[in-house]
């Protein structure tokens, strides 16, 4: 994912804003790709991984 | 198919069909570069694609299922593994879907990743439901969705859940197939 996709991100539960942690990034000309890290709620806590660029999104109750 | 991979995600992912061909030669021709764009269960990611090579508009996809992600990822598409748009704030100039519209068998149901793809629900409608109730708060105020549907899904009934929301229902295209019509349904906000 893009790190400006953060601004149209929100928690699923609450949909309040989340903070990101990237532990794996790659610089591009005009964006930063975030291939690995975490994005948690600034309000609720939960924390939601991103994986091979893929931030999921789903509470945990439905992940499998 | 010739590694696991391609394998798991043609049993798993939802392959472009008619109407999702349907669905992409509608839209690309009533999006311009500037939109800002919102597929919501993008699947393959074909539909998207579509729309960023042929548009040049910016696209971010949804879909809950990860190898539909992984697949639209592949096809450089921005997307997050979400339900319907439950991670999504902000809002669009166009949001477009093909959403699981077949009336389905309960006892058929949610067995894996290509049924969810294609049940609807018992009248078809289970996923447009909750997307309906979604649009007010994803469209800008000019904004429109369009949304492909079959005769079987029930187009008027769409239309008057729709009004609920103080949404207005068009039908801008069809295209006749075995036993249903698809329909693309274009939907924007009343003023």
């Known amino acids: ?64 | 198919m010739s590694n696991p991979r391609e394998r798991l995600e043609h049993e798993q992912v939802y392959q472009p069909a008619e109407d999702s061909q349907l669905l992409a030669t509608t839209v690309t021709d009533r999006i311009s570069p500037t939109d800002r764009v919102l597929e919501i269960g993008t699947g393959s990611g074909y539909v998207a694609s579509q729309i960023v090579e042929k548009t040049g508009a910016t696209v971010v996809a949804t879909d809950i299922n990860p190898h539909a992600c992984r697949s639209a990822a592949d096809k450089q598409i921005e997307v997050v593994r979400t339900d319907i748009a439950d991670a999504i704030k902000g809002q669009f100039d166009v949001v477009v879907c093909n959403p699981p519209y077949l009336p389905t068998d309960p006892d058929d149901e949610f067995d894996d990743w290509m049924e969810y793809a294609l049940s609807g629900g018992p009248d078809g409608r289970a996923l447009v439901n909750p997307l309906l109730e979604e649009l007010p708060r994803l469209l800008t105020d000019d904004g429109r969705a369009y949304l492909l549907v079959s005769t079987l899904t029930g187009i008027d009934a769409i239309t008057e859940r729709a009004a609920e929301f103080d949404l207005l229902v068009e039908t801008i295209a069809e295209e006749p197939v075995p036993f249903e019509t698809l329909t693309v349904l274009k939907i924007t906000q009343k003023h």
């Not at chain 1, 690995?36 to 806590?45: D, R």
């Open chain 1, 1 to 64: 994912m893009k790190e400006s996709l953060m601004d149209i991100l929100a928690c699923p539960l609450d949909k309040e804003p989340l903070d990101l942690s990237a532990t794996d990034t790659e610089s591009n000309d005009d964006d930063t790709e975030v291939l690995a890290g975490e994005l948690t709620c600034t309000e609720c806590g939960t924390v939601y991984p991103i994986e091979d660029g893929i931030p999921n999104l789903l509470p945990p109750d439905m992940r499998e």
